[in-house]
């Protein structure tokens, strides 16, 4: 469960490193705590530094920047309609821009096989391992 100010390493190529949570978007359930596959916006705290030049792989955003994201991994266990639980050792997440595409083009780490449930089946195919 991720809220107000909870902590996410972002696990995307974008170019951020860590983000805080400012706001979770979904309906008025569960109080304002997101789980994976939720939306939510943040603040970057932490990103990669800028090189000086140009170039593909230049860093998409800076420190302070405040974008969306898409909760793909949580440290509080997740029960699945099969009965298990499951539970990651951090909280990561995945930019997105405003249109809800991926900001990066790679994902390095594991995700969550829900995100497949609730339409982020994009973030899932680029994932190299899925739980």
Same mark, same amino acid.
């Given at each position: 469960?991720?809220?107000?100010k909870g902590t996410l390493n972002v696990i995307d190529n974008s170019? =951020? ?19 994976? !596959? ?8 932490? =990103?990669?530094?800028?090189? !000086?030049?140009?170039?593909?792989? @230049? =860093? ?31 909280? =990561? @997440? ?14 390095? !780490?594991?995700?969550? @096989? ?18």
């Open positions: 469960m991720i809220g107000l170019g =951020a490193l860590l983000v805080e949570c400012v706001n979770v978007l979904k309906q008025k359930v569960n109080n304002g705590w997101g789980s994976v !596959g939720d939306e939510i916006v943040c603040v970057v705290k932490r =990103a990669r530094p800028v090189s !000086g030049q140009t170039s593909a792989s @230049a =860093a998409k955003v800076r420190q302070g920047d405040v974008r969306r994201a898409v909760i793909v991994r949580t440290r509080k266990p997740v029960r699945r309609p099969d009965g298990r639980l499951i539970r990651f050792d951090d909280n =990561a @997440a995945v930019l997105l821009n405003n249109k809800r595409e991926m900001l990066g083009t790679r994902i390095g !780490g594991v995700v969550s @096989a829900d995100l497949r449930m609730k339409g982020w089946g994009k973030i899932v195919s680029l994932a190299p391992k899925v739980v």
